[in-house]
């Protein structure tokens, strides 16, 4: 198992995509947007294969979201089955879990929260 992503909320898109690629060597993929729900991020792929996501949302502040700051982890366990088997065992064991899904931007995942309420993702 290897840590995937840290995903990190923004209202300045832009400057943190060029903040991660000046300073730590990043490297941005395309922007994806989402027109129907009001979202936009990059992926910022680091030599070490660890990914920071940024993202941001219109009236992000007004959301349930947290306004700005780190919004999930995201573990890469390796194939669709162990990410319905991990979802299961987990969600087994009392914690609040999502359903696997194939989300719009293609990720296979499902989400969990921690004792502590942090979401966790996790993908292929």
Not at 39 to 55: N, P, T
Request: glycine share 8%; aromatic share 12%; charged share 25%.
């Amino acid at each position: 198992m290897k840590l995937e992503h840290i995903a990190i909320w923004t209202n300045q898109l832009d400057v943190m995509k060029a903040f991660y690629c000046k300073y730590f060597n990043g490297i941005s993929g395309q922007k994806y947007s989402n027109e129907v729900k009001h979202f936009e991020s990059y992926f910022i792929s680091f030599d070490s294969g660890a990914r920071v996501e940024l993202m941001t949302k219109m009236n992000l502040e007004k959301s349930f979201m947290p306004a700005v700051g780190i919004a999930h982890l995201a573990f890469s366990v390796g194939s669709k089955e162990e990410v319905d088997r991990l979802t299961e065992v987990i969600k087994r064991d009392g914690y609040q879990t999502t359903q696997p899904r194939t989300t719009g931007d293609g990720y296979y995942e499902s989400t969990i929260k921690d004792p502590d309420g942090n979401i966790i993702e996790i993908t292929i």
